[in-house]
C-alpha cells in the first residue's frame, strides 16, 4: 500500500480507503454482500486477484474480516467496526455523485451486469402477495445471450437466474439497458418510461402496478441534482 508519509490522520485513513475498489468493495459488503462471488458480481472490472489483495489489506487494516461459512470450506467477508464507521462516508460520496456528477450515461457506464446486481439487492420480492412469482425482463438493445433474465420471487428473498427457472412468468418487462438504469439511479421516473414507451410491463391487468411496487432503486434515486433541489 502507498503512504503519503504524513502523520495527518486524514492522510492516513486515505491511504486505507482511497485506494482503488475500496470504497465499493465496502458500498458492496454495507448493503449484505458477504462471498467472493457477490463481491465480484458488484465490481466486475476488478480482477479475483486484485480483489482478493484489497480485502487482504482491508483485513490487515481491522476494517473487514473474514469468516468461514457456515458448513463449507469457503469463507465469507463482514465489515467490523471499524468499516461500519466508514458507512456513512461512502453513502455521503454517493450522495455528492448523485448532486454533482448527474449526466447522460457514457457508453462506458452501461453495465448491465451491475444493474442486475443492484435490482437483485433492491427489489421487492412480496410485492406479488404469493408464494413465488417470476419477472422476466428483456433487454432489447441487448445481444442474444445477455437478452433475457428472470428473477425468482420466493420466500421474500430475490434470486437472479441466467436461465429460465422452470415457473410461470407472472410479469415481462421489455426495456433497453439505458432506461431501466435511469428509472433505477432516479434519473426517469417509471411513469415517464412508461408513456414514452420506453418501457413496457405485461402480465395481468395489474401488471404496471405490481411492477411499481416490486421494483427498487436506489437509495439516493431520491437526491436532486445540484441546482434542481
Known amino acids: 500500500m502507498k503512504t503519503y508519509g504524513q502523520f495527518c490522520p486524514i492522510a492516513k485513513a ?13 458500498r458492496d459488503l454495507a448493503v449484505g454482500a458477504t462471498r467472493f462471488s457477490q463481491l465480484q458480481r458488484g465490481i466486475p472490472l476488478a480482477s479475483p486477484t486484485l480483489l482478493s489483495r484489497r480485502l487482504k489489506q482491508l483485513e490487515a487494516e481491522g476494517v473487514v474480516e473474514r469468516r468461514r461459512a457456515e458448513g463449507r470450506q469457503s469463507w465469507t467477508y463482514h465489515l467490523t467496526p471499524a468499516g461500519e464507521e466508514f458507512v456513512p462516508i461512502v453513502i455521503a460520496l454517493g450522495v455528492w455523485g448523485q448532486r454533482w456528477t448527474r449526466r447522460q450515461l457514457q457508453e462506458h457506464e452501461i453495465d448491465l451486469d451491475l444493474l442486475l446486481w443492484a435490482m437483485e439487492n433492491s427489489v421487492n420480492p412480496s410485492a406479488f402477495k404469493k408464494e413465488r412469482a417470476v419477472v422476466e425482463i428483456q433487454f432489447t438493445d441487448q445481444p442474444a445471450h445477455k437478452r433475457r433474465w428472470w428473477f425468482l420471487n420466493e420466500k421474500e428473498r430475490c434470486e437472479l437466474c441466467i436461465k429460465e427457472p422452470g415457473f410461470d412468468v407472472d410479469l415481462y418487462v421489455r426495456s433497453d439497458l439505458p432506461t431501466l438504469i435511469y428509472v433505477w439511479r432516479g434519473d426517469m421516473s417509471l411513469t415517464q418510461a412508461l408513456e414514452a414507451d420506453r418501457l413496457e410491463a405485461h402480465g395481468d391487468r395489474m401488471a404496471a402496478k405490481t411492477l411499481r411496487a416490486w421494483l427498487g432503486v436506489s437509495s439516493l434515486a431520491h437526491v436532486q441534482p445540484a441546482g434542481q433541489e
Open 14 to 26: 486515505s491511504e486505507v480507503f482511497c485506494e482503488r475498489w475500496t470504497s465499493l468493495i465496502l
